[in-house]
């Protein structure tokens, strides 16, 4: 968790578990009683269960439930009891206890706007940073400056005026090219003058790379680009600075 001191709020969800509150009972765990369930997981193309990073399936009780959704990314809430998970099967039927909430991220360019704000951090003591839920998708805890209110529904508008491009440099894509940079632009679309930089939010998005990344045949590492400024969301601050995160991408096999 985050220091005491900070001012936090997540904005989908105030812990997201990747996968560890459901490995327990995989592993054999006996413990009887409603599990709670909270992971970032990937809708199938036919929109009939969830897939988490492990691989386990997650099948709703009720298929409806899902069947209006668009294929992609989601942080997925439920519960499920010990007997609902198929070891054998790889899967745990569950229970929806909100609507899946998608983090897809806008698509992946060459051509970004130009960022209007720095992060707050790229990398959060080891515990909050960019990884791979499978080959071709990049999942970015994105931590940022917001204007934070004491009403929810102007909180909401809020997180709504800030997006997160990915983008790379096409001068980069060359022949034998072993490496992928790709750049964090912190995008305000609205109020771009607010001051913000008492509070902090967190965000998960989600970003399909296929295409990119189908350019680097010898891809063997892929670097996260960002300006980071945790005091301030001004670019122009002189407490910004270039933070990069690198990721093994022969690491990555599923």
Do not use: W
Request: aromatic share 10%; with cysteine; hydrophobic share 35%.
């Amino acid at each position: 968790m985050f220091m005491k001191q900070v001012k936090f709020f997540l904005v989908a969800l105030m812990a997201v578990v990747m996968g560890v509150s459901v490995t327990s009972c995989m592993n054999g765990d006996d413990n009887s009683g409603p599990r709670t369930l909270s992971v970032i997981a990937k809708l199938d193309s036919y929109g009939s269960n969830f897939k988490m990073i492990d691989g386990t399936k997650l099948v709703p009780t009720d298929p409806t439930s899902i069947m209006l959704l668009n294929s992609g990314m989601y942080i997925v809430n439920g519960q499920y009891n010990v007997e609902d998970v198929n070891v054998n099967a790889a899967s745990i039927t569950f229970t929806l206890t909100s609507t899946p909430t998608n983090i897809d991220g806008p698509s992946v360019t060459s051509t970004p706007d130009d960022a209007d704000a720095t992060m707050y951090a790229l990398n959060y003591e080891n515990t909050y940073y960019p990884y791979f839920f499978d080959k071709n998708t990049l999942i970015l805890p994105a931590m940022f400056h917001f204007k934070n209110s004491s009403n929810p529904t102007e909180v909401a508008e809020e997180i709504k005026k800030h997006k997160f491009v990915i983008s790379y440099k096409e001068e980069e894509v060359t022949e034998g090219a072993e490496t992928l940079n790709l750049y964090v632009n912190h995008i305000i679309t609205e109020d771009k003058d607010e001051v913000r930089a008492t509070d902090y939010t967190l965000s998960y998005q989600a970003y399909d790379l296929s295409y990119i990344i189908s350019r680097f045949p010898t891809l063997k590492k892929i670097v996260v680009n960002a300006k980071v400024n945790p005091s301030s969301n001004k670019l122009d601050d002189s407490n910004t600075r270039d933070e990069k995160f690198e990721i093994d991408y022969t690491k990555i096999t599923e």
